[in-house]
């Protein structure tokens, strides 16, 4: 039998409403509806999500963990800005985290697991085949199939506090890799470089599929502001 809502909770699978204002204002700031540095002010938000100042507030406070907005004093919130130093120090801790998961899944992984990658890589292949401009449109099924190729290559790991920092580590680097992706031309570039990660991972040649992860992460580094600031991170 259903109940009602009790100590802010939702009738809907015990989703709590400040874990809905989380999944909503993460959303819209990763689809840019709030840009870097934009004010998040409570009283604001909570009209236009229709969700209470409290589990509104309490939402907030879960995105600064996860380094998407900034707690501003006593005044409120801000959506986290956007720098080179940043996108450094998420690219290089990335690096860290991605390496050891993925290590530890060239490791243990069994046939489901490479099935899994080689599942995922299809999907974002036939995606990227029948619209190339999916790519460069910041298009939701697009970035849905690039993040669960990305993460298929490390679920084998057994690790799932790894797991949750990298799919944390991922969206902090998505606004970036936003405007990395819209100067983006040829699809054949992007198709090739995801495919020959496949290979040498399900190869199990551990120090070149982590050498080559490492490349890769550093391409929105690269491509957003030059080779000085790549250069630095791995």
Same mark, same amino acid.
């Given at each position: 039998? /259903? ?32 840009? &870097? ?22 939402? #907030?406070?879960? #995105? ?20 080179? %130093? %940043? ?15 993925? @290590? ?15 599942? *995922? ?10 619209? &190339? @401009?999916?790519? @460069?449109?910041?298009?939701?099924? =697009?970035?849905?199939?690039? /993040?669960?190729?990305?993460r298929s290559i490390l679920t084998a *790991? ?8 990298? %799919? ?8 970036? @890799? ?11 570039? =992007? ?13 199990? /040649?551990?120090?070149?599929?982590v050498a080559m992860l490492m490349k ?19």
């Amino acid at each position: 039998m /259903k109940t009602g809502p009790r100590n802010g909770t939702t009738a809907q699978g015990g989703d709590t409403l400040s874990e809905r204002a989380a999944a909503s204002v993460e959303r819209d700031i990763l689809a840019g509806v709030w840009l &870097p540095g934009a004010r998040l002010g409570i009283h604001a938000l909570s009209a236009h999500y229709g969700i209470g100042a409290t589990p509104l507030r309490e939402g #907030l406070s879960r #995105l600064v963990s996860r380094g998407l907005i900034q707690a501003v004093g006593q005044r409120g919130f801000r959506v986290a800005p956007v720098s080179r %130093d %940043d996108l450094e120090d998420i690219t290089r801790v990335r690096c860290i985290v991605e390496a050891e998961a993925l @290590r530890r899944s060239i490791a243990t992984g069994d046939d489901e697991w490479e099935a899994g990658v080689l599942a *995922c890589l299809h999907r974002l292949r036939r995606m990227v085949e029948r619209d &190339p @401009r999916s790519m @460069r449109e910041d298009a939701p099924e =697009f970035d849905r199939l690039h /993040k669960e190729f990305h993460r298929s290559i490390l679920t084998a *790991c057994q690790s799932e506090r790894l797991l949750r920092l990298q %799919d944390e580590l991922y969206d902090q680097a998505y606004r970036y @890799r936003r405007a990395m992706m819209r100067r983006f031309e040829n699809a054949d570039w =992007f198709i090739d470089e995801h495919q020959q990660l496949a290979d040498i991972i399900l190869a199990r /040649k551990a120090d070149e599929a982590v050498a080559m992860l490492m490349k890769h992460l550093g391409h929105t580094l690269h491509v957003v502001y030059g080779d000085e600031g790549a250069d630095r991170t791995i």
